[in-house]
């Protein structure tokens, strides 16, 4: 049969989603001639992120193919807001659902390929192809449990700092009330049904029940973890450790096919499990050599003398998904540290707003406090958004302007009024709390900006932090970090584990894929949890160290193997292997639709 067509939808919520469809789609295209499919990519992510994968033919198409959880904040879900994106969405489903299905035939495709829209499924089963879902959650399960009681700790509002706003003020602005069952449930129920449509599920790891699939465990998502611990029932996590293939399945959804075509069978529903799908690091000069290690470290800006790892570990600091605008500061400045902060344009009656603001205010070299780190390039999370009450900033330090990227649709992103701290320049030894020791540095990425100049990173970061490119490729980041601090999700989690890097991550507490992803960590690699009130504090040394503590074993191990080629190339073979599978498994289902036409 001629080559296949492969339409591969990403949903738009997350970078993860985007990183892996794009690993997949390279081992695909990376096929021998003869197996080589063609792929098009269909999402809402940006095209840059799929890079790797257009370079080798994949072909992009934007589309805005799922509904998005509404996130404030880094770890904040707006569960109102989240319901009134889905309403719409699925408002919408049946005109976008006809747009989908036209193109699918324009395109003459041979199956669709989803990671994790339901509606991909959907158009699949519309236009009468088999459709396969490669992920390791689906998004009926995350909307689902919007009805949890489970309320989301409001530490944005514990931890307060005396210049920021009145502590009920974000809860006013953005109340997290559960989502009523009667009001999610139907909306839930038709995610679901489009997830019932695939016919192949790869789970991949890291993965939690997939309620389309296996009839047990069964919606709602809320049942399946103990909202007193935010832990998941034994009963679930023993589900999780069998095997796929003995589990009962839901039966097939018929295909639909045109009313003079005859009925078109469907594959019978089987799940397989997958390898972790993950970006590899640079083959040539690899992270992992002295000489790749060394141009990577001072595309940074890193000194030579902090080159080599038996001397100098690194933490990466890494909240991807995030835009951040870095503050601007006013014209007219010098670089002494100045006793005259800035007043607060949330908190008037702060003490700072005491001492009058100067024109020529110098904003000080580390912006730290004793329970504060600000960090060019790391979510404030504890913010409240602004308000039409909120007063007018006076200062000359231009508040960080955050939105939230992608899951966020434009019409809902939030801006965030954020103060500088009060500093005390006779007491500043605050820093020794954010890395273990002198022997510690500290890498941000995700910062927004296009170019840092070295007098924004001496003003803005604390010695021994420096500002990653945006652009940098994290695979090669992550293979040279000691450490690395950031969010729970697959894309850092899948990298954290292939490169054998401890992992300090911050919870997000509504986002039930976390529960699969823990157990990933604790199985297949480190991972120390860091509370919010800590990260925001810039206590972060202690959580740190126990990381490398634990895992620094097998990070050593795994840059000796690596530095001579050692399993270098098996995330590669396992990729193909699965390729292979996926095209071999359609053309099956082609083959024996051919015969099946001819009796």
Known sequence: MPPLCFAYYCSGHGYGHATRVSAFACHLLNLPTVERPTVYITSSAPKHVFAESIALGARYRYAEIDPVIVQPLAYRVDRQKSVEVLKSFLSRKDDILETERRWLEEIGAHAVLSDAAFLGC????STGIPSILITNFTFDSVYSYLSTPLMQVDLEVSSQLDYLAPKDNFTALVPDIPVA??????????????YRCADLLLLLPGYIPIPSFPIYPSLPAPDWVDASSNTLHADIVEYLSWTPSPRVLHPSVPLRSSSHLPPRPNPPRSIVSAPLLVRPPTATPSPYTDEGRARLLSSIGVPPELHDPA????????????????PSRSP??????SNTPSPSPIMPSSPCSEVPPSPMSSIPPRLATPSHIWIPGAPPTSIPPASASTAPSTSYFDVPEVTTLPPTPNSLQTSFNISPPCFDEDNDPFDARLLPDESWIAIVCGASKEKWSEDDKAAGLPDGFYVAPRDVYMPDLTAVGDVLLGKLGYGTVSECVDA???????SRPLFIEEHGLRL??????????LSRQSYEAGDWAFAVEEAWMRGKGAKELKRTEAFAGIGMDNKRKEGLELARKVVSWTQDWWINLRVSNRK
């Not at 069952?181 to 489009?194: C, F, N, R, T, Y």
């Open 311 to 326: 001397q100098t570990k690194i933490l990466i600091v890494s909240f991807g998904g995030q835009v951040f605008r870095a």
């Open 332 to 337: 007219s400045r010098n670089h002494s540290r």
């Open 500 to 506: 054998c890097t401890p992992f300090v991550y911050v």
């Open 122 to 125: 959907l158009a699949a089963n």
């Open 181 to 194: 069952s009667a009001e999610i449930d139907p909306l839930v129920a038709q995610i679901h049904e489009g």
């Open 520 to 529: 990933l960590l604790d199985n297949e690699g480190v991972g120390v949890e």
